[in-house]
């Protein structure tokens, strides 16, 4: 790699290479990846290691001279990825023991997840766990035998080494082929008897199944901090919207373990106290000390819960996590077309974090007269918080922290305002992380969606402006002709047909934004996806779904179905995609074809609920009715908006909206609980109604 610590400036710089004139197998500086459009495989272009893109190449040739395919899955914001490229891949020894002996492949996880999702899941076979870099020994049929995380080049603190491992399995695929065959057997029938196990569980008590849920929650909470779990601890977006939905059930308990966790995040390290949004997690059990990668889908996740907390609190603390995320996410993550990239890095000029860590001293320079105040406020030392620096932190909420110093409320604000301000401008002069600039349609899907919730949610129709230009960028450059939606975008569309969950995340994003809006195309695109999705994902006969299309590239054998991870599951986002079209079209299969989504995960629901919160929410819902609220009128209209986000300003669980548009004023008519009611026109009506004080007949 270039010696140049701007890694972001480098990866431009490969982009900008005019590579009409090179051979398809690079040149004496460049191996094939020179040719790759993901920031993540560019960075290993000048590696001396011949590495392939996932592909024919690759994998005739290891056929034709029977070699063993060395397969390293990675991201470009990955630290450790980071750090065995420095280590062994940029290293001529190591260089020479791979090219000698393997044929070594390449994948960015984020443009192919159908690798990574199923040599991952061999990983957890193999070794109980996971991660990323992922480095995976196999054969030219694609059959794993081996499987690997992070190794130092030599063997150091009882940890193996990456040289003696390739040196070995070099020799064992020599010498001993029949050990190799033996572990590509157990392998895969491993792989296939968990899937069996998955598929043969029968469908559990939902009652039963949520109790097991809140009390796993209840056990491993963080009643100090916060979260769950110890260090590392992640945010676990997806926790806390499923515990605010039980306290909307009567656990009031639930919503309190969500509104503190999301506190407790916000007033650490792990919040960005300058630019907005949330960093990957956190090294210890306190929010302090982050990962400090900013992902897309970390911020539309934690979007939705900040938006469902405002909901279920109203204190303006939400609001203005809603309005900091979305102001980091158009500052530093808007592409410029309309869509929104991937992620910026943890580290740079070689350091992760460095972009983001302050010595008193800049503060005090920067700041002149209020650097005291900002110091006191965010917890800044001349000793620091993190290896000699300081992490921006606020222990105290505002008001509390101006009781405990008797200062003015409004004023300490604007002064603190004033200081991040002037502190973010001093920020941005720094060398800046690398920023992944793919597009990729899953992601955008969700940030669509939380846009939209967000801006109907807290009346702000600009917030509902930024997800229909994504949206329509979306589905204007990441579509075939024919139609097949695609999985990312990056100097154009990858050939890459998109997944089940770039279908589910997208058509329920366009879901969101036309429960926002009102406005019958983005129905009408919704409509489409999932008409296309039941096609290219479902089997006809069984009922099951793929997560990989029937027209794309299979894996060399079915993995057990996905699970919420860092986003959640996409059967359960399938199910609720298909729960909600149900009820908008009055299409009363679609409910028993969301029921069938979800029945590969039943074994897996009553083993592990917390890994299935998604399906456990949607399965509580195909067991209620909906309330479903129609609109009549003229929809485009601010009044019409006043409405809708009166509406949405309650907790309304299993919420279908209608829209049935013509001339005429308009006016909301609700039906729940097996009653219909009259029409209100209002939102003071609305809110009469909801409070009981409405004359209102229901509907005979």
Not at 261 to 273: F, V
Not at 361 to 383: K, M, N, P, Q, S
Not at 645 to 660: F, M, P, Q, T
């Amino acid at each position: 790699m270039n010696s140049s610590n701007d890694t972001a400036a480098y990866v431009a710089s490969l982009m900008a290479i005019d590579k009409t004139t090179l051979s398809t197998e690079g040149d004496e500086r460049f191996n094939r990846l020179i040719f790759a459009r993901s920031p993540y495989l560019l960075q290993h272009a000048e590696n001396p290691v011949k590495w392939y893109e996932w592909g024919a190449d690759a994998f005739n040739r290891a056929r034709s001279e029977s070699l063993p395919i060395l397969l390293s899955i990675g991201y470009a914001t990955c630290h450790w990825c980071h750090v065995m490229a420095h280590e062994s891949f940029e290293d001529l020894e190591v260089a020479a023991l791979l090219n000698r002996h393997f044929v070594c492949i390449k994948v960015d996880r984020e443009e192919r997840p159908d690798v990574d999702d199923f040599y991952m899941a061999v990983s957890q076979t193999l070794t109980g766990s996971g991660g990323w870099p992922l480095n995976i020994f196999m054969t030219p049929d694609k059959r794993p035998f081996m499987a690997i995380t992070y190794l130092p080049k030599r063997g150091r603190d009882g940890m193996s080494g990456l040289m003696e491992l390739l040196a070995n399995i070099a020799t064992l695929w020599r010498q001993r082929p029949d050990l190799i065959e033996n572990n590509c057997r157990g392998i895969m029938e491993s792989l296939e008897e968990a899937r069996r196990r998955q598929l043969n569980g029968s469908t559990p008590k939902i009652a039963d199944v949520t109790e097991k849920a809140l009390q796993t929650l209840k056990s491993i909470y963080d009643p100090q901090h916060g979260g769950f779990g110890t260090a590392p601890k992640f945010p676990m977006p997806i926790y806390l919207l499923w515990l605010m939905d039980q306290g909307q059930d009567g656990t009031p308990e639930a919503t309190k373990m969500a509104l503190h966790t999301l506190r407790q995040m916000r007033s650490g390290g792990i919040w960005d106290h300058l630019g907005g949004g949330l960093h990957r997690y956190s090294v210890d059990s306190s929010w302090l000390a982050p990962h400090f990668e900013k992902m897309l889908y970390d911020q539309a996740m934690l979007l939705q819960v900040a938006t469902q907390a405002f909901l279920a609190d109203k204190s303006p603390l939400y609001l203005i996590m809603c309005e900091e995320i979305i102001s980091f996410v158009e500052r530093e993550l808007f592409s410029g077309g309309g869509a929104f990239c991937s992620a910026l890095d943890a580290d740079s000029e070689g350091v992760e974090g460095k972009f983001y860590l302050w010595d008193k001293g800049e503060i005090d320079a920067c700041l002149d007269a209020d650097a005291e105040l900002f110091c006191r406020y965010h917890a800044v030392t001349d000793g620091g918080n993190f290896e000699s620096h300081n992490i921006l932190t606020a222990p105290l909420a505002l008001d509390e922290f101006c009781r405990l110093h008797q200062l003015n409320l409004k004023d300490t604000e604007e002064r603190l305002e004033r200081c991040r301000i002037k502190l973010l401008e001093q920020r941005e002069m720094r060398i800046r992380p690398l920023r992944d600039d793919k597009i990729i349609t899953s992601w955008n899907g969700l940030m669509i969606g939380a846009l939209a919730t967000a801006g109907v949610v807290c009346s702000k129709a600009e917030y509902i402006s930024r997800a229909a230009r994504a949206a329509s960028f979306i589905l204007a450059s990441l579509r075939r002709s024919d139609g097949r939606v695609l999985r990312s975008y990056l100097n154009g569309a990858t050939d890459v047909p998109a997944f089940l969950e770039d279908y589910a995340f997208l058509a329920g994003g366009l879901l969101d934004l036309y429960a926002a809006t009102l406005d019958q195309k983005w129905l009408r695109e919704a409509r489409h996806l999932a008409a296309e999705l039941l096609r290219l994902f479902r089997d006809p006969d069984s009922g099951e779904f793929t997560l990989i299309g029937n027209d794309a590239e299979q894996m060399p054998t079915r993995v057990a179905s996905d699970h919420d991870g860092v986003t959640p599951s996409a059967l359960a986002r399938t199910a609720q995609l298909l729960y909600r079209l149900a009820w908008i079209d009055n299409r009363e299969e679609l409910l028993d074809v969301a029921r069938a989504a979800l029945s590969g995960v039943a074994g897996e629901l009553k083993r592990n609920p917390l890994g299935h919160l998604g399906a456990l929410q949607i399965l509580t819902l195909l067991e209620a009715e909906p309330t479903i609220a129609t609109f009549s009128g003229e929809t485009d209209t601010p009044e019409t908006f006043a409405l809708n986000a009166a509406l949405h300003k309650r907790v309304i669980k299993g919420l279908v909206i209608r829209s049935d548009a013509g001339p005429g004023p308009s006016s909301l008519s609700l039906c729940m609980a097996g009653t219909c009611y009259p029409a209100v026109a209002t939102p003071d009506e609305l809110e009469r109604f909801f409070q009981g004080k409405s004359p209102l007949a229901p509907l005979s």
